[in-house]
């Protein structure tokens, strides 16, 4: 899908940009909502670190943010296309309200909190998950409870409806976290770091994250084997990691960057944002360090940018497969119920084939030794 693509039926951004506040302005091409933070002079790593949490609830509770219009008139902005240019536009737009909140999540000891990003339209899928891998549940005295990370939804014509049944089906689960900032790809960056924040403000006892999309298959029971071994006190990051992976130069492509954006040959390492698995406690240094850095566009690769500005390096195991279990979409393997079942995540599934799966794996399987070589 090409860069222009992604937000059909939307006007683009004209050479001349308002200064109304964001509340009648765009972002994404859509319209969105934001509170009055305005960035400031970056502090540095080591200004920040020492810094006492001071914030016991969720404090973004305005609406009132403007265009920033210091570089409109720089050649190198008007030659980008409009979507970046909303995202550059609004980029120190960075934490929104919250509507829907769950602070008891974290109450108590949490050995494992699965927080999955969805949209707000795809309820099969949050369904699919609660009823497979999502299922709260205690192994052996180790707590684990999941969480859903949401915005708002994109289409203005369908918001209401939408919000109507979400807060239905939270008043059912209470397992959602919503943000009033526009679901869109751009602003997948803004719930990581809304994502981050809450975590900092509300979650002191939890062990370990498992964060991923809605669309895999993961095995809570091999993450919690996988963990026994890691010792308190680490920095652990563990999932699909690329290395030395090249920003996309092709607009045609979903991922594509303007030099303009990132000048660099290469992004440092980095987990695919399919699944991976952090500390509880390196969670709330990434958040820390987050506030010292620039949103990027790519929610995954701007994680990589935190751990990298921590010096912590993301950890590969073959457990994760963020681009299925083999490149080639087509391969029987990718199907395979043998090779899912000493997985800890695979990309990607619908619901229908996430529920199949899961009662494949969980049957009486017979797997030959063949099938466990990769």
């Not at 369904?127 to 205690?138: D, S, V, Y």
């Not at 990581?192 to 924040?197: D, P």
């Not at 298959?217 to 071994?229: G, M, V, Y």
Request: charge should be positive; proline fraction near 5%; glycine fraction near 6%.
């Amino acid at each position: 899908m090409a860069p222009t693509q992604l937000f059909q039926g939307q006007p683009p951004v004209k050479e001349s940009v308002s200064q109304e506040p964001l509340k009648a302005q765009k972002r994404d091409g859509v319209i969105s909502a934001a509170n009055s933070f305005w960035k400031k002079e970056i502090p540095t790593a080591e200004e920040t670190a020492p810094a006492e949490k001071q914030v016991t609830a969720w404090d973004v509770t305005t609406i009132n943010c403007s265009a920033n219009l210091n570089f409109t008139k720089d050649d190198w902005f008007k030659g980008l296309e409009p979507n970046f240019r909303q995202f550059l536009l609004y980029r120190h737009c960075r934490y929104f309200p919250m509507l829907i909140n769950h602070p008891e999540k974290c109450g108590g000891d949490i050995h494992l909190l699965i927080v999955v990003k969805s949209i707000i339209t795809q309820h099969d899928r949050r369904e699919a998950i609660r009823r497979t891998w999502g299922r709260e549940k205690e192994v052996g005295g180790r707590k684990v409870r999941t969480l859903f990370l949401l915005g708002v939804a994109s289409k203005e014509e369908e918001r209401a409806n939408y919000q109507k049944l979400l807060e239905y089906e939270d008043y059912i689960y209470k397992d959602i976290l919503q943000w009033d900032f526009l679901d869109s790809f751009f602003n997948l960056t803004l719930k990581e770091v809304h994502f981050l924040k809450w975590f900092d403000i509300y979650c002191d006892r939890v062990r370990f994250i498992f964060k991923g999309d809605d669309d895999v298959f993961a095995s809570p029971d091999n993450i919690l084997e996988f963990l026994q071994d890691q010792k308190e006190g680490g920095d652990l990051f563990v999932g699909d990691v690329l290395l030395k992976a090249r920003p996309i130069r092709k607009k045609e492509n979903k991922y594509y960057i303007p030099s303009a954006l990132y000048s660099k040959n290469n992004y440092p390492p980095y987990a695919g944002g399919g699944g991976f698995v952090m500390d509880g406690p390196l969670a709330k240094k990434l958040h820390r360090v987050s506030e010292t850095l620039e949103l990027y566009p790519i929610d995954d690769v701007f994680l990589g940018m935190c751990l990298e500005a921590l010096k912590v390096a993301p950890v590969a195991h073959a457990g994760f497969k963020t681009f299925g279990i083999v490149k080639n979409k087509n391969s029987k393997l990718n199907k395979e119920p043998c090779f899912y079942q000493s997985m800890m995540v695979v990309h990607k599934l619908l619901p229908a084939e996430l529920l199949a799966m899961w009662d494949l794996v969980h049957s009486n399987l017979t797997c030959s030794r063949k099938l466990q070589i990769l």
